[in-house]
């Protein structure tokens, strides 16, 4: 690991900021900033130079209006983002702002040309999301992890096994120092404001300190002092010689100006790629000015909006492409290079009456205290061919990551399984219905078990028991991966772990309760209605009931991954309805047409049924009590050879059941896992 700076960042609460405004319009802009900067506290080192470069930059969408044809999102359009520089990246609605930053992040790998370099070199994407983050637009945590357990998980998932667990937690404690999460490091994420969400989304990629972080829309749903705080961190951050990128849609004046690069889009073309002070005297030199007492940010995005005139639009994006933007810049920097050394900046008259902050003011607060850094290899990020989207494009071998394998799986078990117990909904209350439903059953269908006369009733009993079983396993697995999805991808991307650990680790951390809760409510069943009192057949039963558990719970699995919230939420109960239809409850196989016979063989619920009855009525079972004489026809289902004989199943075979119960299981979930790997990747 590397050195820690001496120098320290600390985040202004909004108590702070307020008595900086409430000083008055006589406080001049250096004696705020050093106010706010004797405040702050960093402990993160300092970050080899790794600019981005992209050249050329294609990327295109299938038209919905016409089947073959493309809509182009980018076109053609290069920049270069560079370390120690916070970059915006703005446009209007639909400008292309977001697709650059999905495809400079790695999240966007299809349907894209043209080059994406780091240090001159074709970047290598596996390195590349190793030693970068992306930190989306929403703030998706898991509610139940208090920010310290969060911090914990990535810092054991994302720094290397042998760092002493010790200094991990060191790691941690200063990270939570610096963004001024300390005194809430016991709180559930379910518990944070919006801006605390906001930085315990940063805290959470900061623990292997990326070099290269990209931020979509950072600032939205905060209010202006937790976005002030945000904008100061992001500043502080690329002060430390990392390459800060963000999308932000319209920001404040003073938020503006605390950005040292702006890459304008509209269309998918460049308006705009400069430092940000740049921005209105070049514009003025277009004969667009910037009108008194006017937002800047709102300016050009009117501009970039065309509501100046689409004329002018036409004339920015061709003085881009004809490299007049680039000479303006040049002559302003030499005509400016004594100025730029100066760390605070005073109003400039060139910038009209627009409001001015210092956009380099923090750059003075990191300096190294040890050279002995160490630094992460340029070479890591460069490859001699192309971009090699195709090895990511799905999972990776665990060794790629910074933990093993079983490391992964253990600390996502353990995450995961924390949360399932503090989850009232999930938890409780599916307790709560077994054991109610249960002997609700019980009571209604009591002591029928062992009577001859109520023998098509106690099948419904016990077909009941898959029904009840079925539904309650499936419905709540069918949002489990819809409610994850976009933390998994976010994670898997951010190369937290690989999507073979994530999946073994969620699927088994619900198993145990997918297996007791069928034990507890079979229990209940089985001996309220008076079923044969012999204990293996109770354990066939049980077994039965625990793998239709499985089995629906893997089913359910699979639709979530596959599908959308809302789709999984229909399509769940929907699938259960031909299960249940062909099961050989209410048909008998004989009387299904023949065209239509093989769904049977698809119904993992007519094994379920056809096993329990086995189980109750099979294994030549003792003749049950009939309470009147032996030769009424009431008494006709006294032996069980007869009972299974009506129903249907008297050529079953109870390992049979089992095995294919087995087999729908490991196929479900091995499809499962496919399923949702090819689904991480189609988000791609």
Same mark, same amino acid.
């Given at each position: 690991m590397a050195e820690l700076l001496s120098v320290h960042v600390h985040i202004p609460q909004k108590d702070d900021i307020w008595q900086l405004k409430s000083q008055g319009p006589g406080l001049s802009r250096n004696s705020s900033a050093q106010q706010f900067d004797n405040k702050l506290k960093y402990n993160l080192?300092?970050?080899?130079?790794?600019?981005?470069?992209?050249?050329?930059?294609?990327?295109?969408?299938?038209?919905?209006?016409?089947?073959?044809?493309?809509?182009?999102?980018?076109?053609?359009?290069?920049?270069r983002f560079k370390s120690g520089?916070?970059?915006?990246?703005?446009? +209007?609605?639909?400008?292309?702002? #977001? =697709?650059?930053?999905?495809?400079?992040?790695?999240?966007?790998?299809?349907?894209?040309? *043209?080059?994406i370099l780091v240090k001159g070199k074709t970047r290598n994407l596996r390195s590349f999301r190793k030693y970068s983050c992306y930190i989306m637009q929403d703030d998706h945590l898991l509610p139940h992890l208090s920010v310290e357990e969060a911090m914990m998980c990535s810092a054991n998932l994302k720094l290397d096994e042998s760092m002493p667990q010790a200094d991990k937690e060191k790691e941690v404690h200063d990270i939570l120092e610096t963004l001024g999460l300390s005194e809430h490091k016991k709180t559930r994420a379910s518990n944070l404001s919006g801006g605390q969400r906001k930085r315990l989304s940063i805290a959470l990629e900061m623990v292997n300190n990326?070099?290269?972080?990209?931020?979509?829309? +950072?600032?939205?749903?905060?209010? #202006? =002092?937790?976005c002030f705080?945000?904008?100061?961190?992001?500043?502080?951050?690329?002060? *430390?010689?990392?390459?800060?990128?963000?999308?932000?849609?319209?920001?404040?004046?003073?938020?503006?100006?605390?950005?040292?690069?702006?890459?304008?889009?509209?269309?998918?073309?460049?308006l705009y790629k400069g430092g940000v002070k740049q921005m209105l005297p070049y514009l003025k030199s277009m004969g667009l000015e910037c009108p008194p007492y006017n937002n800047p940010a709102d300016y050009v995005m009117e501009v970039a909006a065309g509501d100046s005139g689409e004329e002018n639009v036409h004339m920015l994006m061709n003085s881009v492409k004809s490299g007049n933007l680039d000479k303006f810049l040049a002559n302003e920097t030499v005509n400016n290079s004594n100025r730029s050394s100066n760390t605070s900046i005073n109003t400039e008259s060139e910038l009209g009456d627009c409001i001015q902050i210092d956009a380099n003011e923090n750059t003075k607060l990191l300096a190294v205290s040890d050279g002995n850094a160490s630094y992460i290899p340029a070479d890591d990020f460069m490859t001699d061919g192309q971009d090699n989207s195709s090895e990511i494009a799905g999972d990776h071998e665990c060794h790629t990551f910074n933990t093993s394998c079983f490391t992964q799986f253990k600390i996502l078990f353990i995450r995961t399984f924390m949360s399932i117990m503090r989850d009232a909904t999930l938890t409780r209350l599916r307790l709560i219905s077994h054991l109610t439903v249960g002997i609700l059953i019980?009571?209604?269908?009591?002591?029928?078990?062992?009577?001859?006369?109520?023998?098509?009733?106690?099948?419904?009993?016990?077909?009941?028991?898959?029904?009840?079983?079925?539904?309650?396993?499936?419905?709540?697995?069918?949002?489990?991966?819809?409610?994850?999805?976009?933390v998994c991808v976010r994670e898997h991307l951010n190369y937290w772990y690989s999507l073979k650990a994530y999946y073994l680790a969620k699927t088994m951390a619900d198993m145990p309760f997918q297996i007791i809760f069928p034990l507890i409510y079979g229990s209940i069943v089985y001996w309220m209605t008076s079923q044969p009192s012999d204990f293996m057949r109770f354990v066939m039963f049980l077994t039965l009931l625990t793998q239709t558990s499985l089995v629906a719970q893997s089913l359910g699995l699979l639709i979530g991954a596959a599908t959308s919230l809302q789709v999984a939420v229909f399509l769940g109960p929907i699938t259960g309805i031909p299960l249940l239809m062909f099961s050989g409850f209410f048909v008998n196989f004989d009387t299904i047409p023949i065209y239509l016979q093989w769904i049977t063989y698809m119904?993992?619920?007519?094994?379920?049924?056809?096993?329990?009855?086995?189980?109750?009525?099979?294994?030549?079972?003792?003749?049950l009590e009939c309470e009147k004489a032996a030769q009424s026809p009431e008494c006709r289902y006294m032996k069980s050879e007869t009972i299974l004989t009506?129903?249907?199943?008297?050529?079953?075979?109870?390992?049979?059941?089992?095995?294919?119960?087995?087999?729908?299981?490991?196929?479900?979930r091995v499809s499962c896992y496919f399923v949702l790997r090819w689904r991480v990747k189609a988000q791609r």
């Open positions: 080192p300092r970050k080899r130079t790794l600019d981005i470069e992209f050249r050329d930059l294609k990327y295109s969408v299938k038209d919905g209006h016409h089947k073959k044809g493309r809509k182009e999102i980018l076109k053609g359009i290069s920049g520089e916070l970059t915006a990246i703005m446009g +209007p609605s639909g400008a292309g702002k #977001s =697709s650059l930053m999905n495809i400079l992040a790695g999240y966007r790998i299809s349907d894209i040309e *043209g080059d990326p070099p290269i972080m990209f931020f979509d829309e +950072p600032t939205s749903g905060l209010d #202006s =002092s937790s705080q945000c904008i100061s961190l992001l500043k502080n951050l690329a002060a *430390g010689g990392r390459v800060i990128i963000c999308t932000i849609h319209q920001p404040s004046a003073k938020l503006f100006m605390m950005f040292d690069h702006l890459y304008m889009l509209t269309d998918g073309e460049v019980g009571v209604l269908y009591l002591g029928i078990g062992n009577e001859a006369t109520k023998v098509f009733n106690n099948a419904g009993c016990l077909f009941f028991c898959m029904l009840f079983l079925m539904f309650s396993a499936l419905m709540p697995t069918v949002l489990t991966f819809p409610m994850e999805m976009t119904s993992y619920i007519s094994y379920a049924f056809e096993g329990v009855l086995q189980a109750v009525y099979g294994f030549d079972r003792e003749a009506e129903l249907d199943v008297d050529d079953a075979k109870f390992y049979v059941d089992f095995i294919v119960l087995c087999v729908f299981f490991i196929v479900l």
